[in-house]
């Protein structure tokens, strides 16, 4: 079995088995590290659900009345980069990926 600390792209995509993939994601309990490449790749498996858009109020919206929980974040050389969040009632998973507003009121 494969460490979430050890899930390189690479990895990523020779996976089929998306509830795999949400096990290792959710291997560690700590916020953990992600490059803002790991988390793109999240979205284009349809793991996640891309938030990068949305309006910060409709962000800050949907995290009171989601839960969500801060899963973990690609951090640069001037901070936060991209985040991946999860919803504590329905168990899906967001992603922003670009530092904007959203970003800001997220985390």
Do not use: P, W
């Not at 560690?28 to 284009?44: G, H, L, N, P, Q």
């Not at 498996?45 to 949907?62: N, R, S």
């Not at 009171?64 to 801060?70: G, I, M, Q, R």
């Amino acid at each position: 079995m494969i460490s979430a600390k050890a899930v390189k792209l690479e990895d990523l995509t020779a996976f089929t088995d998306t509830m795999y993939l949400i096990k290792i994601i959710m291997e560690d309990s700590t916020m953990r590290k992600f490059t803002r490449k790991e988390i793109r790749c999240y979205v284009s498996l349809g793991i996640a659900e891309d938030i990068t858009g949305m309006h910060y109020t409709e962000a800050e919206e949907l995290s009171t009345t989601e839960n969500l929980e801060k899963i973990g974040c690609s951090v640069g050389t001037y901070g936060i980069n991209a985040g991946l969040l999860q919803s504590r009632k329905t168990g899906k998973f967001y992603a922003v990926l670009s530092r904007n507003y959203t970003l800001l009121a997220l985390f």
